[in-house]
């Protein structure tokens, strides 16, 4: 029985941020024509990242913009490939990584219900069966046939995340999703990751709130500029990590 939930080895990606920009398909035949290829900086958003999850453990990411938090996270959802290493996942994920990714933004609330359960593997009969107990948490019964283009981020978050929690996954992957909506809303989603976690549940947040991080995690890891300083109790490495910051 594996005992672990997410296992990182050795992970690292690189991105190639070009510095020349090539504005027409004519412009970029021509400089293919001539051998000429646009200049390209290399960059490592991760180097050698290590870490091991625990099945049931609450673990956080923390350190500041473009650490390289959001990007292990699409790793571990298999959103993203590394360049190098390899990520182990034992269960069921649900990622709540960026608000709006998985919506038609054309298509109204309903609508979208049916669509993000359908990329998350879910069949129609299954999201009928659960459609009035997502409305409920959501919120937003009385916005379910307007088209999500016309909601704010916070509604986009609470209909996301009552749509990826509906069937509690082996492993709930939160990427500052709890910064967003209103404080009841917010209460709830504590609520609702507390009980997921009551029943067995791992997750793995990032956020740049000390009060959820120790209040939801037991663990914390801090990443910072793509290098892993430190994985230990959550309480430990915000204080490293505030002592850097300061």
Same mark, same amino acid.
């Given at each position: 029985?594996? $005992? ?21 398909? #004519? ?27 625990? #099945? ?5 990411? +923390? ?10 996270? $699409?790793? +571990? ?76 981020? &916070? ?70 500029? &793509? ?20």
């Amino acid at each position: 029985m594996e $005992k672990n939930a997410v296992e990182v080895k050795n992970v690292s990606i690189r991105f190639n941020l070009a510095r020349e920009r090539v504005d027409s398909l #004519k412009e970029y035949v021509v400089r293919r024509l001539r051998g000429q290829k646009p200049k390209s900086d290399e960059f490592w958003a991760l180097r050698d990242i290590n870490l091991t999850v625990p #099945k049931g453990d609450s673990m956080a990411l +923390i350190g500041t913009n473009g650490s390289g938090k959001s990007t292990l996270l $699409k790793i +571990i959802s298999g959103i993203l490939t590394p360049t190098t290493g390899e990520v182990h996942v034992n269960g069921s994920i649900a990622p709540l990584i960026e608000l709006g990714a998985g919506f038609d933004m054309d298509l109204t609330g309903k609508e979208n219900v049916f669509l993000n359960g359908a990329v998350l593997g879910h069949s129609k009969k299954m999201m009928e069966s659960h459609y009035d107990e997502i409305m409920d948490f959501s919120g937003l019964r009385e916005f379910e046939d307007v088209p999500v283009k016309n909601y704010s981020s &916070g509604m986009l978050a609470r209909l996301g995340f009552s749509i990826a929690t509906i069937v509690k996954p082996d492993i709930l992957i939160v990427d500052e999703i709890l910064a967003v909506g209103d404080f009841a809303f917010q209460e709830k989603c504590h609520k609702r990751i507390a009980e997921m976690m009551g029943n067995g549940a791992t997750v793995i947040l990032v956020s740049h709130s000390e009060a959820d991080v120790r209040s939801i995690c037991d663990h914390a890891a801090w990443i910072n500029k &793509g290098h892993l300083m430190f994985v230990g109790n959550s309480g430990k490495a915000l204080e490293k990590y505030k002592a850097y910051c300061e």
